[in-house]
């Protein structure tokens, strides 16, 4: 993917550069509890800064309701309360708008910025008002501003026109580095430029990495390539599998959609994780995998229990048995020793591995022995191997198991990358200048 990046605009002094950045941040009490994704914008802004640029930084921050619009949306667990009578939308809608305001803003994330950025970053108090107006139109070369979470505006999501022109502003240059959204096609991640309101459309350094060892990696992969897919459901992933089929040389299955895989090969998988509607569909793919001369690897043995784990980390009472002799009354919950060792053998023989979705409920320790199996794997070819983890639960998991610095790259958005893998074209890298 041939993209221009910051580094090939020539002269930033005095320019006024637009940024999107992932500021979605996990926060409690107003309290940042996880600052990667901060950090990870941190090289793109200082180079804005350090050549003298004029930078408006936005993003979003968690999913707030649309509360200051006519068409107002509850999410599943308001709608719930709402059909059982405990509560009206009216009054969700009043609650909310006192509120998200103040659970939802990317103040706290502004004020780490200036304490990072030696107080070169201000805050506005809303998107596109009067108080982001003054702001940008009195930034120095080589100051910034934070605008508001761009959620609050209905308009974001819907990719107004008129509001993609209120949030251009006075941007000559726009900036996406938000790869983490990058598959959404709203306003701040690539309306803006479809609309041709601005012209001058890069990426930042964090995308660039991304497209430059993810994408490189699924285009021109060295081999033997593995693909490692796991989590709940095969319906999630259809398209994945279907498109890392025909790229990698072998795909391994693990994970609550690993079962339905094993019940498409007539073995009985007890009270497991099942997509019925997705048998046929799995055994499509072992038929493409075979015909191809690809490997399609599924569990030779399983981790059973009789119920699910509750509270998630709960101590648990397991079994591990053949995957072609799961009994009636047990659940799949993680691949067993020898799944371990014939994945680890697989990855062992790898010049490039991607891998998304744990092996079992990684949450549990006495559950997560397959997923920290795949992980020690992986850091154990660190080096001699390009091992990129796809964001979303393994990205949590590898980092939460500690081997974060074990792999080539861990990707910042989980569901951009899936559609990285599936082929898709992401619409926030798609609308930026070709070099």
């Known amino acids: 993917m041939n993209k221009k990046s910051v580094k090939d605009i020539k002269d930033l002094q005095g320019k006024n550069v637009l940024v999107r950045c992932d500021f979605n941040v996990p926060m409690k009490d107003g309290v940042i509890t996880d600052e990667n994704r901060i950090m990870g914008a941190l090289p793109t802004i200082k180079y804005l800064l350090d050549n003298g640029a004029k930078v408006t930084l936005c993003s979003h921050m968690g999913k707030p309701h649309s509360i200051f619009s006519d068409e107002v949306k509850l999410n599943k667990k308001d709608k719930k309360k709402v059909d059982a009578g405990e509560t009206t939308a009216e009054a969700i809608i009043e609650k909310a708008k006192k509120d998200e305001p103040k659970k939802l803003t990317l103040a706290p994330v502004a004020k780490r910025l200036a304490e990072l950025l030696n107080g070169k970053v201000t805050f506005a108090t809303d998107v596109i008002g009067a108080d982001a107006k003054a702001k940008r139109d009195n930034l120095k070369n080589g100051e910034a501003v934070l605008i508001e979470n761009l959620r609050f505006h209905w308009e974001e999501e819907k990719k107004d026109e008129n509001f993609c022109k209120a949030l251009a502003y006075n941007a000559e240059i726009y900036v996406n580095d938000a790869f983490g959204t990058a598959h959404r096609s709203h306003a701040s991640t690539a309306a803006i430029v479809e609309y041709g309101i601005v012209k001058t459309a890069v990426c930042g350094f964090l995308i660039e990495k991304e497209l430059e060892v993810m994408a490189d990696t699924l285009e021109n992969p060295q081999r033997p390539f593995v693909a490692i897919l796991g989590g709940a459901k095969v319906a999630d992933k259809l398209n994945v599998i279907s498109n890392l089929l025909e790229k990698c040389d072998t795909l391994i299955i693990g994970g609550g959609m690993a079962y339905t895989f094993l019940k498409a090969k007539g073995y009985e998988i007890g009270t497991s994780l099942l997509d019925e509607e997705k048998i046929d569909y799995c055994k499509e793919m072992m038929a493409k995998a075979e015909k191809a001369g690809k490997e399609l690897l599924l569990p030779v043995d399983t981790v059973v229990t009789s119920h699910f784990p ?81 964001g979303g639960d393994s990205a949590a998991a590898v980092q939460q198991l500690g081997f974060a610095d074990k792999v080539t790259h861990i990707s910042t958005g989980g569901g951009a990358s899936l559609e990285l893998f599936e082929g898709k074209v992401l619409p926030g890298i798609a609308c930026l200048n070709d070099k």
């Open 310 to 390: 509750e509270p998630i980390d709960a101590e648990i009472e397991v079994k591990t048995v053949p995957s072609n002799a799961i009994p009636a009354d047990k659940m799949g919950m993680d691949i067993g020793e020898k799944t371990r060792a014939l994945y680890a053998e697989k990855i062992a023989k790898a010049k490039a591995v991607i891998w998304n979705g744990p092996m079992g409920v990684f949450e549990n320790p006495t559950l997560a022995k397959g997923t920290i199996a795949v992980a020690q794997a992986l850091a154990d070819v660190y080096g001699k191997c390009t091992t990129i983890i796809g």
